[in-house]
C-alpha cells in the first residue's frame, strides 16, 4: 500500500458534477454556496485518496459518487427529487473504460447507494441493466445497503414537487425564490495510475417525474461512457436531449474517428448539437492523458477536478 | 392518396429482421421457414405499402414491427420469450431520422404493440424513456389496446424457459432440439419519399432473464437509432454487447465522422468489434439514398428488404 502509494509517477485525475441548471450568483446565499463548495470538495478529496493509494478509477468514481449521494445538496441518493406520485426514484450507471464493462440500474426506491447498485450489476451479473423490482432485489441479494424510502426525503425536494405541482394547476402563478431548474444529476470520471478511464452517473431525475420517466443517467451512451482509447463521460441536464442526441458516445466518437481533443469534441456536443435545440446541460470529459474539460450551455454547474497534487479545485457559475 | 401513391418518382426503402441467432438449414424444417418466410414477407408487403402511398418511414416502421409483434413466430409482442418468473415483459424503441425525436419503453405485460407504446411515448410525452408500471398507465391513457398478459403466453416459448430453468439445474443434461439462442428481436428501418429515415426495434428480451433486465432494445443509441445524416440502425443479438460497444449510434458516428458506407460501417461494428468479443448478433442499416446492409456474425439472421418496384426479399441463412 505504502510503496503504491510513493510510487506515484504517474498522472491521475479525477473529474466531477453536481448538475447543471439555473445556477446564478444572485439565485445563491454565501452560505448555501459554502456547502455546495464543501460537499464537491469532500467529493474531490474522497476519490483522490483512492487513487493517491493506487486504487483504480472504477472505485475512486464509485467512492466519489456515494459521497455526492449521500449528501443531500445534490440530486441523487439522499437528496433525490420526487416523482408526481411523490416517491423517490433513482437512476445509475458505471462504465469500465479498460473493459467496456458497464452497469445500470433504473427505478430504484430502496437502495441507499444506487451507484453501488449499478456496480453489483456490471460485476456480478451477465446483464447490463435492471430496472425496478428487480434491479432491487438483486441489489438486496448482493447485501448492499436497503433503507426505508422515507430515507429519501428532503424539505426542500419536498417543496420544489409541491411547487410543480401547484405550477401545474396555475401556471400563470409567479414561482417566488423558484428552484434551479428541475435536472440535476452527479457524475464522475476518473483516471488511475495504470491508465485506465472510468465514469459514473447517479441521479434522481426530474422533480414531477411521471410515468416511469427514465432520463439520460442509466444509459451507456447517453449519460455515461468510459473507453481507454477515447474517453470517459459523464453528463448532466435536460435527459431527453442526451438520449437523442448520444451524447456521451458522440463525444467519444468525435474523438476517437475525427481525432478532436477531449476538450473540443465535449463542446462540439454541447454549445453546437445541443445549444441550438435547447438541450440544457454541461459534461465532464476526461481522457486517458489526464486531459479534461467540464463545458455547459446552462447558467451553472457544480463542477470540479483534483489531479495528482491533491488539490482540490471547484467551480460553480459561468464566469 | 392517388396523386401521392402516383408521383413515385423518388426512392423508398424498408428493411426488416426478425432476430438473430442460432438458426441453420439443419435446424430447420420446411414447413417452419416456409412460415418465417411468410410472415417476413407480409411485414415487408405491410410497411411497402404505407411507403409506397407516401406515408412516413416512421408509420412504415411502426405497422411493420405490429405485423411482427402479432406473429408468434417471433420474439416481441406475441410470441415474446418468458422471464425467469414466466413473465412475458416487452421493451421497444423508436427513433425519427429527421427531427431525432425517439420513444422507448421498457418491462411492458399488458400492451398487445409495444412499438406503438414507443411511439406514444416520442408523440404525446415530453419524455424518450417509460418503464414498468407508469409506461403502462401512460399507454393506457393513451388509448393503446390493452391485453391480459396471458395472451403472450406461447407454448413454444414456455417450453424454452423450462429447457433454460432445466439447464439450470442440470447444466450436464444433453438438450434435445434446443431452440434458437436465447435472444431474438424484431426490428425495421425505412426510407420514405420525404427521404426521411425512420427505425424502431421491438423485443422479448432473453428467455430466463432476471431482475427487471433491460437489454439494447429500448436503449437510443445501442438497439435503434436514426438520423438523416448518417443512418437508420436496428439490432438484434446479446443485448449486453450491443450497450456496451452502444453499436446503432458507433455505426452512424462510423458514416457521419469517418464518410464510411453504411455497408462498411455496419461490418466494421459486428465483425470487428462485436465478433473479436463474442458479442454476437446482427443489425439492418439504411442510408437517406436507399444504400442498406443487413450484417451478422451469428449463424443466421432472419432478414428481408423491399425497395420501390414492391417485390419482398427475405434471407435467413448465413449462404
Not at 449499478?118 to 441489489?139: C, I, Q, T, W, Y
Request: charged share 25%; net charge neutral.
Amino acid at each position: 500500500m505504502f510503496a503504491l502509494a510513493a510510487a506515484g509517477a504517474d498522472k491521475i485525475m479525477l473529474v466531477i458534477h453536481g448538475g447543471a441548471g439555473t445556477i446564478t450568483r444572485r439565485s445563491m446565499s454565501a452560505e448555501m454556496e459554502q456547502q455546495y463548495r464543501a460537499g464537491l470538495e469532500q467529493a474531490l478529496r474522497t476519490g483522490h485518496g483512492v487513487l493517491a493509494k493506487g486504487g483504480s478509477s472504477l472505485d475512486a468514481v464509485e467512492s466519489t459518487i456515494r459521497v455526492l449521494e449521500d449528501n443531500p445538496l445534490f440530486n441523487a441518493g439522499k437528496g433525490a427529487v420526487f416523482t408526481h406520485e411523490g416517491r423517490n426514484e433513482l437512476d445509475a450507471s458505471i462504465m469500465d473504460g479498460r473493459t467496456k464493462a458497464a452497469g445500470s440500474v433504473a427505478g430504484l426506491t430502496i437502495i441507499r447507494n444506487p451507484i453501488s447498485a449499478a456496480r453489483a450489476v456490471m460485476e456480478k451479473s451477465e446483464h447490463v441493466m435492471m430496472v425496478g423490482r428487480g434491479a432491487e432485489l438483486f441489489a438486496t441479494q448482493q447485501g448492499l445497503e436497503i433503507v426505508d424510502p422515507s430515507y429519501f426525503w428532503t424539505e426542500r425536494r419536498w417543496k420544489s414537487l409541491q411547487q410543480d405541482l401547484l405550477k401545474e394547476k396555475k401556471p400563470q402563478a409567479a414561482l417566488e425564490g423558484a428552484e434551479e431548474k428541475k435536472f440535476g444529476t452527479v457524475g464522475a470520471v476518473a483516471l488511475d495510475r495504470s491508465g485506465n478511464l472510468a465514469a459514473g452517473t447517479s441521479t434522481g431525475g426530474m422533480t414531477n417525474k411521471k410515468y416511469g420517466r427514465v432520463g439520460d443517467a442509466p444509459i451507456i451512451g447517453a449519460g455515461t461512457y468510459a473507453e481507454n482509447e477515447s474517453c470517459a463521460v459523464s453528463a448532466t441536464g435536460h435527459g431527453e436531449f442526451f438520449i437523442r442526441w448520444t451524447v456521451a458516445h458522440d463525444i467519444a466518437a468525435l474523438v476517437k474517428y475525427r481525432g478532436m481533443p477531449v476538450k473540443a469534441a465535449a463542446e462540439e456536443v454541447i454549445h453546437k448539437k445541443l445549444a441550438p435545440v435547447k438541450g440544457e446541460g454541461g459534461v465532464i470529459v476526461l481522457d486517458a492523458k489526464g486531459n479534461f474539460a467540464m463545458p455547459f450551455n446552462s447558467e451553472g454547474m457544480y463542477r470540479g477536478w483534483i489531479g495528482t497534487d491533491g488539490t482540490p479545485h471547484v467551480e460553480i457559475y459561468k464566469d
